[in-house]
Nanobody, 115 residues
Framework: VQLVESGGGLVQPGGSLRLSCASS????????MRWYRQAPGKERELVATISSASNNRNYGDSVKGRFTVSRDNAKNTVYLQMNSLKPEDTAVYYCNVRVLRSDYWGQGTQVTVSS
């Protein structure tokens, strides 16, 4: 299983970013995918979950109404569209999949929201 995140960077408050997570080594279309984030000195936080067929999406309270998770099963990729970004969204963002009771993680992509 391999997960590779991209799309992070520096953005001003109120701005937008779109993260991508390219996946391989498993049957992507058969598994729910998750986005987590971890800020310095804080625990890893679940940001969003999307079911295998995209019919069920859930968000952490801190990002509801601002972030949207989506996936393209033909491209084995999951996305996180982040709008109205706030300084408190600054963190390393990771995608995650649980396959056969094992959790797999990407290397993460840094998102910094600052003026």
């Amino acid at each position: 299983v391999q997960l590779v995140e991209s799309g992070g960077g520096l953005v001003q408050p109120g701005g937008s970013l779109r993260l991508s997570c390219a996946s391989s080594g498993f049957t992507f279309s058969g598994y729910a995918m998750r986005w987590y984030r971890q800020a310095p000195g804080k625990e890893r936080e679940l940001v969003a979950t999307i079911s295998s067929a995209s019919n069920n999406r859930n968000y952490g309270d801190s990002v509801k109404g601002r972030f949207t998770v989506s996936r393209d099963n033909a491209k084995n990729t999951v996305y996180l569209q982040m709008n109205s970004l706030k300084p408190e969204d600054t963190a390393v963002y990771y995608c995650n999949v649980r396959v056969l009771r094992s959790d797999y993680w990407g290397q993460g992509t840094q998102v910094t929201v600052s003026s």
